[in-house]
Nanobody, 121 residues
């Protein structure tokens, strides 16, 4: 069993900051990419940021320069530092990890349960 547990969401005023964390635990052999997605009411889930095991990053245009993704491979944890938050950043944020539970198996995508981020104007 693999679990991804997110923390750090909440309510913040526009211009404020939040830091999300996501820790992967369980039967993990290796983790490839980790990332954060978000889904606002009535909208499709979208990629916010992703990071490979070697530290290469990718961001949605809407968050470039404001959000920073990082990871601690020793702790199987990924972080999302969100600065200069805007009301349009309001959404449920989901952690994602592409990982292997065994060297004999292909990697598989796992998801966290989601954490609410609300930015008030």
């Amino acid at each position: 069993q693999v679990q991804l547990v997110e923390s750090g969401g909440g309510l913040v005023q526009a211009g404020g900051s939040l830091r999300l964390s996501c820790a992967a635990s369980g039967r993990i052999f290796s983790i490839n990419a980790m990332g954060w997605y978000r889904q606002a009411p009535g909208k499709q889930r979208e990629l916010v940021a992703a990071i490979t095991s070697r530290g290469s990053t990718n961001y949605a245009d809407s968050v470039k320069g404001r959000f920073t993704i990082s990871r601690d491979n020793a702790k199987n944890t990924v972080y999302l530092q969100m600065n200069s938050l805007k009301p349009e950043d309001t959404a449920v944020y989901y952690c994602n990890a592409d990982l292997k539970t065994s060297p004999l198996l292909s990697s598989y995508n796992y998801w966290g349960q989601g954490t609410q981020v609300t930015v008030s104007s």
